[in-house]
């Protein structure tokens, strides 16, 4: 199987503890698992697989705070988000979802930063768009409310256009705040899977084998917002586990034409690549990624299985 095949090639060590933890779902201690594995790089001074790694922090950190969103506990939400911020600044819904944490703890400037930083990543981010605009909506700012209102049209689904347009209409004649409120939290909670939802259903349903159940989840979620490169890259990991490779390599590709420096979406590629039996070009992609990471073990270790047949 093509998830098995990756894995060969991480190196059996500290990493392999905290994702074992990940897998399991205890995300608690796979970011502490993550955390001691970067500190022990650091004092070693490696600097292996850190695209793989900080995903797989981020993705730790992400479903930490949730779990301790869920249970009330906004600030630690906001101190595990701040950290995920801090590894991979360019991801667009780490910023949304530390913004509602912040919203949440009564931080309304840090709450609009977060989601200005996520809407600049993605300006097509829609629930970054319409948490924006609730936060003025809050304040009684009107004016700014349908401004990002206005912007969410262009980007809005179908089905969610009308309740956008009602939304500000609802602003306009100066509906009261709670009919206002009531339908913020109606576009917000009837929208489809977030991103980092999907991607996590999807991981869940390619451990477990359900390789068709995440095709179905991660395509519905690039069909509402498709410049995610991480739902590619998941959707290009499922089609090679069912043998359709050349849908797979499309899906790495994609992924790599919106992040080119997308480490882990250019190892998938350079492995789908090689079992498709392009060894030049499975070759050539890991040349890339030892040039932008030149201690990057999994590439590596691939390029080594590769040389002797390549020779």
């Known amino acids: 199987m093509f998830v ?12 392999k503890k905290a994702l074992a933890s990940f897998n399991r779902g205890d995300y608690r201690r796979a970011c502490r698992e993550f955390e001691a594995y970067i500190g022990s790089i650091r004092e070693s001074g490696a600097g292996q697989d850190q695209e793989m790694v900080r995903m797989y922090m981020v993705e730790s950190y992400l479903e930490h705070a949730k779990r301790c969103a869920a249970d009330g506990k906004h600030a630690e939400a906001a101190r595990e988000l701040e950290k995920a911020v801090a590894i991979q600044p360019r991801y667009a819904d780490v910023h949304s979802s530390l913004g509602v944490q912040y919203a949440a703890l009564g931080r309304v400037d840090d709450a609009r930063a977060s989601f200005a930083h996520a809407l600049e990543i993605n300006p097509r981010f829609l629930k970054a768009r319409i948490m924006l605009a609730r936060s003025y909506s809050d304040q009684e700012d009107d004016a700014r409310a349908i401004e990002e209102l206005e912007t ?6 179908g089905f ?16 009261p705040r709670e009919e206002r409120a009531a339908l913020y939290r109606r576009l917000i909670e009837e929208r489809p899977s977030s991103a980092q939802i999907s991607k996590q259903l999807a991981l869940e349903a390619i451990q477990n084998g359900d390789h068709d159940g995440a095709i179905k989840e991660l395509g519905k979620s690039i069909s509402v917002n498709p410049h995610y490169p991480d739902m590619h890259n998941l959707l290009g990991i499922a089609y090679a586990n069912k043998g359709m490779t050349d849908d797979a390599i499309v899906e790495f590709e994609l992924a790599l034409k919106i992040n080119p420096d997308y480490l882990k979406a250019r190892l998938n590629l350079a492995l ?19 040039e932008l990471d030149p201690e990057n073990e999994l590439a590596v270790n691939l390029l080594r299985e590769l040389q002797p047949v390549h020779k």
């Open 160 to 175: 969610l256009s009308d309740q956008v347009s009602e939304l500000i209409s609802l602003h306009r004649v100066d509906a």
């Open 152 to 157: 969410s049209l262009a980007i809005a689904p």
């Open 4 to 15: 098995e095949r990756f894995f060969r090639f991480v190196p059996r060590n500290a990493l």
């Open 272 to 290: 789908a690549l090689y079992e498709k039996g392009s060894r030049d070009e499975s070759m050539r992609n890991l040349e890339i990624v030892l």
